[in-house]
């Protein structure tokens, strides 16, 4: 079993610029693991990613829709 992550950033890439997001795997370390893993195609999966696979980095392509002005 790998060491939980301690903290670490996920950058989302939008056409409005960059959101830069701050994981505290100190508070929430499964969550956190989750994620990264995803994020980075080392956890597997079940469900179709953004690109229709069943492999490789999950979020990569998803597409982040919602603007709220203001």
């Known amino acids: 079993m790998t060491s939980p992550i301690q903290t670490a950033t996920a950058t989302l890439h ?3 610029g960059d959101i ?3 994981l505290f795997g100190n ?3 499964k969550t956190v ?3 990264v893993g995803l ?4 956890k597997e999966y079940s469900t179709e990613n ?3 696979g069943s ?3 999950f979020y990569d392509g998803v597409i982040f829709h919602r603007v ?3």
Do not use: Y
Request: hydrophobic share 30%; no cysteine; glycine share 16%.
């Open 55 to 57: 492999s490789g980095p």
């Open 14 to 16: 939008t056409n409005r």
């Open 20 to 22: 830069k997001i701050a």
């Open 27 to 29: 508070h929430a370390p």
């Open 33 to 35: 693991s989750n994620f």
């Open 50 to 52: 953004a690109s229709g």
């Open 68 to 70: 709220i002005e203001g």
């Open 39 to 42: 994020a980075q195609g080392t």
